[in-house]
């Protein structure tokens, strides 16, 4: 398993590949279409993973899909973001999938040979999600490296993260995080560090 990062956008987004087996997942592919297929090469793609629907996880994902004849997989609450502009905006920025999308299946969804435990996250956004493959979890704007996601934006709940991050002191601590800004991390070093899962 091999995991690459690119960071994409006026935002900042990391967008990841997980490969495995000359497959991958595109994960978040937030802007900068191009630069992603030349991380990409020769791999086979096998579909566009989102944890939420905010605009700058989501601005490559036509062209990606236009490109790769891929499945793109969502929560279905975050739907609404990804289909109407002023839901997923932010200091005039926005984006919109025009792409027919799938939904996730709890809690496992296989994609090809990859087999993703989804976990629903709501708080940043009502259909936020974990992604987790094998050691590592793709965390989106849930949680960061000392820090969480904001809660103010279309369909954030302050009480619905709360509930999010008790359930992840549930986890298996040594879960490596790779979120959706900055660092990678583990859960470990959040539990112990990070003031909001203390």
């Known amino acids: 398993m091999e995991i690459k ?11 990841y590949l997980l490969i495995e087996n000359g497959h991958c997942l595109i994960i978040d592919p937030g802007k900068k279409a191009d630069r992603i297929i030349a991380q990409i090469n020769d791999l086979c793609v096998d579909g566009i993973c989102l944890t939420h629907g905010h605009f700058d996880h989501i601005g490559a994902v036509d062209e990606l899909a236009e490109h790769y004849g891929c499945d793109i997989y969502i929560d279905h609450e975050d739907e609404k973001l990804i289909r109407n502009c002023p839901y997923n905006q932010m200091n005039g920025y926005t984006g919109k999938i025009w792409h027919d999308v799938k939904n996730y299946q709890y809690d ?39 820090s969480i996601g904001r809660c103010d934006l279309y369909s ?18 040594d879960l490596v995080i790779y979120s959706g800004h900055g660092d990678d991390s583990r859960l470990a070093d959040e539990l112990a560090y990070n003031y909001y899962l203390r």
């Open 156 to 173: 954030g709940n302050d009480a619905k993260m709360h509930q999010s991050l008790k359930m992840i002191k549930q986890l298996d601590p």
């Open 108 to 146: 496992i969804t296989k994609i090809n040979d990859f087999s993703l435990k989804v976990i629903k996250a709501s708080g940043h956004t009502d259909g936020s999600v974990l992604l987790i493959y094998k050691n590592v979890m793709f965390a989106g704007d849930v949680i960061f490296k000392g």
């Open 5 to 15: 990062k690119i960071v994409v956008g006026f935002f900042e987004t990391n967008c």
